[in-house]
């Protein structure tokens, strides 16, 4: 798929917490890389270590040990940073300006001169679906939007310098099933654009209509990398037997090592009607569990 545009070396990352400084590993040896011009999934659960990733990739924090590259340069790079569209966790944003003030700011910052910067700004405010808000009240402060309408704004001032890499930190969170497909769809016109896109999530949905490729972190270590369906076992769970009999339905799980032929049998000599057979085999919300329970595991046996 081309060059890279992240590539991670055994990132580390340890905290000194608490009066006593106890030591707390966020990040364990985390290393994978991002290619050219594809949507790649940063998942796992709250507190996972995802977020401090990201935040060493940004160089808004040091790693302890290992080391990372950015679009070619190594974390961190003011020349790599120029490139980036970047949204955090929980973004802040001066809350006395109105959307337009904020993204005109950060055209500044970018080196827009004005008119490019007005242009930008309402191709952005369009392409979030904050137009029809801005043509209604122009003037209105960020503190008055809701939740999700920040979401949004803080999309648009991550593509306001059209980056090479967009970095999104949990970029559905607050967003309506409406807003999260407009955002599934951004990513989506991202990628047909040449963008690369890197984001972290918990939505396992989100993860498998998007993404070309995932990297799955537990309890701050790599518990694997790569396509999807590469990631899943091949292995039968159940084969899923649904039955029909008048106005009840009922469903019984046949083990890989079960008579599924005598259970259609006992079924059909019972009256019943087989609605359908399906083999189950794992899907990615049983392979996030998988990895969480057994990070779960090590950790209480530690």
Known sequence: MGDLVISSDNLQKSFRLGIFRKRVEALAGVSFAVE?????GLLGPNGAGKTTFIKLLMG??????GSARVLGRPVPDLGAKQRIGF??????????????????????????DARERRRRAGALLERVGLSRIVKESANLPLRKYSKGMLQRIGIA???????????????????????RREIRDLMVDLRREGKTVLFSTHI????????????????????????VDKLLSP??????????????TEICEVAPDGDLDAVLRDALAAGKHVRSVTPRRESLEDL???????????????
């Open 36 to 40: 050219k011009n594809e949507i790649f």
């Open 60 to 65: 808004l924090i040091f790693p302890t040990a």
């Open 87 to 112: 949204l955090p966790e929980n973004p802040y944003f001066y809350d006395y300006l109105s959307c337009e003030e904020l993204l005109d700011l950060m055209g500044r910052l970018f080196g827009l």
């Open 157 to 179: 001032q991550a593509l306001i310098n059209d980056p090479e890499l967009v970095v999104l930190d949990e970029p559905m969170s607050g967003l309506d099933p409406i807003g």
């Open 204 to 227: 396992l949905s989100d993860v498998e209509l998007l993404c070309d490729r995932v990297a799955i972190i537990v309890d701050g270590k790599l518990r694997g990398s790569g396509p």
């Open 235 to 248: 292995r039968l769970l159940h084969t899923e037997v649904v039955l029909a009999s008048g106005d009840r």
């Open 288 to 302: 996030f569990m998988r990895e969480v329970e057994a990070g779960t595991s090590r950790v209480s046996q530690s």
